[in-house]
């Protein structure tokens, strides 16, 4: 059964896409960017506070399905430009302790609403 996830506790789709959608067992979370939760804006100027932003945004909508980050089996970071690859992996490896999902960084010649960092997530459902 394929299920669509609405939460508050992470910042509205930003177009015609659900924040996350579960199915056989799994929970595919949308790229999440650096929204506020209410008001949609842009959070942070740097790479750094960028990714600390997604970070709380997934850990919200993780949270609205019984999920952590100890859950994360796959994540996939875009990155506006390959030169902020360490800020953001000292951030994002600030939040996976000895747990570390797979994981794909890849440099895109733009991400939505001219944020500097996209995170993906896939997660195991319990």
């Known amino acids: ?7 508050k ?10 924040q996350a959608i579960t199915a056989n067992g799994f929970a595919y979370l949308s790229g999440m960017l650096p ?3 209410e008001n949609g804006t842009i959070i942070g100027t740097t790479a750094a506070e960028q990714t600390e932003q997604i ?7 993780l949270s609205d399905l019984n999920l952590t980050l100890e859950d994360i089996v796959k ?4 990155l506006d430009s390959m ?3 360490q800020e953001v992996n000292e951030v ?7 747990h570390k999902p797979a994981r794909s960084c890849v440099e895109v ?13 896939i997660a195991k459902l319990n």
Not at 1 to 7: A, E, L, R
């Open 75 to 78: 994540t996939t970071v875009f």
């Open 55 to 61: 970070m709380k945004n997934i850990s919200g909508l």
């Open 35 to 37: 929204l506020h939760i």
């Open 1 to 7: 059964m394929i299920q669509q996830v609405q939460t």
């Open 9 to 18: 506790k992470a910042p509205k789709a930003v177009g015609p896409y659900s």
């Open 109 to 121: 010649s733009a991400i939505p609403k001219g944020a500097l960092v996209e995170i993906e997530v």
């Open 92 to 98: 994002y490896g600030a939040y996976f302790s000895s």
């Open 83 to 85: 030169n902020s690859f």
